[in-house]
């Protein structure tokens, strides 16, 4: 491992568990659970600003960091968990329109310095705080831009969890909102502030892999025969506000399978495992290889083998191609077999070895055997007498191309919220900045939007636009439900 381990030190020593420096800057470009009525009153509308003091109040080293947490289910209370392991943060308010999940989020509270935290229905009461430095957005999916914009244009500071975004066109302005408002944001892709990440990426940037060509990422696992079956509309469970929860998205009746952790195989409000578990994967594609955005996308796949309610297919293999390399996305749902006995991942495919990622570590397997420098073309050695062209040169058949490593895991989610809070005070740009989690967020979203018209897409970076295709591009936005417009940047 000293080649990797030499390399990875040198850039990140000052990165330790007390706060990871800031990451480079991106390549590239620059409602209410009160009821509809409360809603109505400017779920677009700006909040007040923060006054000067709160600004200010992060500079201080030694002062603790004031937070709000907007969305608070399985995931928000996770990060709570966590915010609340690092001395220098208070949470002062939490917001969920159900009453169940504020009630628990609430009573992780209770022994923290300072006392249990308010709780709110309203995410607006929430932005609209003076007292407050930043905001956790772990709302559903479609729900993450609007109150990440207004916290923006209130002054606050936001950890807002993957993906980004409903559609491209939500996730560029969100990028707007924290350019405009000088705002530090981390997005939730927290993998980037993982030791052993950090390492592998820097071998797959080092050239020890030799010619990278293609990268291949997977979720495999088998829900078969039911998935999430078809339960029947019902009421929606007390406490919960459901239009609300419903906010921008159409209004339908309540679902078991259309809440919970299950939103995310529903258009209305996610993508699907492609944006669930592929944007943490091909984000990874696009640091390890430094860019951006595909030149073209395709995906096929269909609802092949679970009878189920869900509208996100069941298996799904999208295509990315790059200059010099093309990148691979694969979910299925019916089978768990997988060549590297593991349920997820990705590799880097180079011409002198294979780098296998996960949470768990990453291993260097290198390509062995021979390789003719000059070869002798086979039809030659046919010829009576044999006449060769030229003499074969060999490297030894049993000689590796590179050297083998190994690394184990390593934290990621403290390490990422200790990056955020630390961004805070210096006013870097943290390890996940927005506009890199909109590029990892883009990229699943194109792969659903290629799935979903049934053609191949030429992407326009700079614009952000399919090339020449309308149908394609009105699936880049959505029509948004009166009275939960996005916010106007």
Same mark, same amino acid.
């Given at each position: 491992m000293s080649i990797s381990r030499r390399s990875f030190v040198s850039t990140a020593a000052a990165g330790m568990a007390? /706060? %990871?420096?800031?990451?480079?800057?991106?390549?590239?470009? *620059?409602?209410? @659970?009160?009821?509809?009525?409360?809603a109505a009153d400017g779920a677009a509308g700006r909040p007040s600003p923060q006054t000067a003091a709160s600004r200010a109040r992060v500079r201080g080293a030694n002062d603790r960091i004031r937070i709000g947490s907007i969305g608070v289910g399985g995931m928000g209370?996770?990060? $709570?968990?966590?915010?609340q392991q690092h001395d220098d943060v208070q949470i002062v308010t939490v917001c969920d329109v159900w009453?169940?999940?504020?009630?628990?989020?609430q009573r992780m509270t209770e022994r923290q310095t300072g006392g249990a935290a308010t709780m709110e229905a309203d995410y607006r009461k929430v932005v609209e705080r003076t007292d407050l430095d930043a905001?956790?957005?772990a709302t559903v999916d479609h729900w993450h831009a609007i109150p990440m914009i207004l916290a923006c244009q209130s002054g606050k500071d936001v950890y807002v969890e993957k993906p980004i975004s409903h559609n491209v066109a939500e996730g560029r302005a969100m990028v707007a909102a924290a350019r405009k408002y000088d705002r530090?944001?981390?997005? &939730? =892709?927290?993998?980037?502030?993982?030791?052993?990440?950090?390492e592998a990426i820097s071998v797959v940037q080092s050239g020890v892999l030799g010619k990278i060509h293609r990268?291949? *990422?997977?979720?495999?696992?088998?829900? =078969?025969? @039911?998935? $999430?079956?078809?339960? @029947?509309?019902?009421?929606?469970? *007390? &406490?919960?506000?459901?239009? =609300?929860? $419903?906010g921008p998205a159409p209004v339908v009746p309540f679902n078991p399978n259309r809440f919970i952790f299950q939103f995310r195989w529903f258009w209305d409000y996610a993508g699907g495992m492609m944006t669930d578990w592929g944007v943490h994967l091909l984000d990874l594609a696009l640091w390890g290889m430094k860019q951006t955005a595909p030149k073209t996308v395709y995906a096929v796949g269909g609802n092949f083998v679970l009878d189920d309610n869900r509208e996100t297919p069941d298996t799904i293999d999208a295509v990315y191609e790059f200059p010099g390399f093309i990148c691979t996305y694969s979910n299925r749902t019916g089978n768990a077999y997988n060549g590297a006995g593991k349920g997820y991942g990705i590799e880097f495919y180079g011409t002198d070895a294979t780098l296998f990622l996960d949470r768990s570590g990453f291993e260097v397997v290198p390509e062995t055997g021979g390789t003719a420098k000059a070869p002798t073309p086979s039809y030659l050695t046919e010829q009576e007498p044999v006449v060769p062209a030229w003499k074969r040169d060999w490297n030894g058949p049993s000689r590796a191309r590179a050297a083998g490593m190994r690394a184990g895991t390593s934290d990621q989610n403290l390490t990422h919220i200790r990056n955020f809070l630390d961004c805070m005070r210096t006013r870097q740009r943290p390890n996940s900045d927005i506009e890199l989690g909109h590029f990892s967020t883009a990229m699943? $979203? %194109?792969?659903?939007?290629?799935?979903? =018209? /049934?053609h191949k897409l030429t992407w326009d970076a700079a614009t952000e636009q399919c090339v020449d295709d309308p149908k394609a591009n009105a699936l880049l936005t959505r029509e948004y439900r009166a009275p939960y417009a996005l916010p106007t940047i």
């Open positions: 007390g /706060g %990871l420096v800031a990451g480079p800057r991106a390549d590239g470009s *620059a409602g209410a @659970a009160d009821g509809a009525a409360s209370r996770s990060h $709570l968990g966590n915010f009453d169940v999940n504020r009630r628990r989020a905001v956790i957005v530090v944001v981390q997005v &939730g =892709t927290q993998q980037r502030s993982g030791r052993h990440f950090q990268i291949h *990422a997977w979720n495999v696992g088998n829900q =078969t025969p @039911a998935g $999430l079956g078809r339960p @029947a509309d019902v009421a929606a469970p *007390a &406490g919960l506000d459901w239009d =609300t929860w $419903l699943c $979203l %194109l792969g659903n939007v290629a799935y979903r =018209t /049934g």
